[in-house]
């Protein structure tokens, strides 16, 4: 099993989530966050005074899928968060030890 983070921008949030459920992939967790990376954030004006917003929102997706559907869930996120711009975002890959569904107590592949 694998565990996939994906940080993506807000607007994009919803395109993901329905090809993911597109592609069979139906449980993920969706977290706002904020951060910066070589976009190094942007700078606003709020009456009439310029200031720095150094962490920029963002939307966290997390997502525990099989080894099987790995590659199925990395190409669906990357094709439709992507815009072409600094700023789209990052995905992150962990390997899982084990999953429990607390409901039914099942393990593994069965509980995801």
């Known amino acids: ?35 910066f990376g070589r976009q190094k954030g942007h700078t606003e004006m709020y009456r009439g005074a310029e200031y720095n917003v150094d962490f920029v929102p963002k939307i966290k997706m997390e997502i525990v899928c099989t080894d099987a559907n790995l590659q199925s869930v990395l190409d669906t996120v990357l094709r439709t968060a992507q815009t072409g711009q600094i700023g789209d975002g990052k995905i992150f890959v962990y390997d899982m030890y084990d999953a429990i569904r607390i409901r039914t107590g099942e393990t593994g592949e069965e509980a995801i």
Do not use: P, Q, Y
């Not at 099993?1 to 607007?11: L, P």
């Open 1 to 35: 099993m694998k565990k996939i983070e994906a940080v993506i921008r807000h607007f994009k949030l919803e395109e993901v989530k329905n090809a993911l459920t597109e592609r069979g992939i139906h449980g993920m967790t969706v977290s706002e966050v904020r951060g």
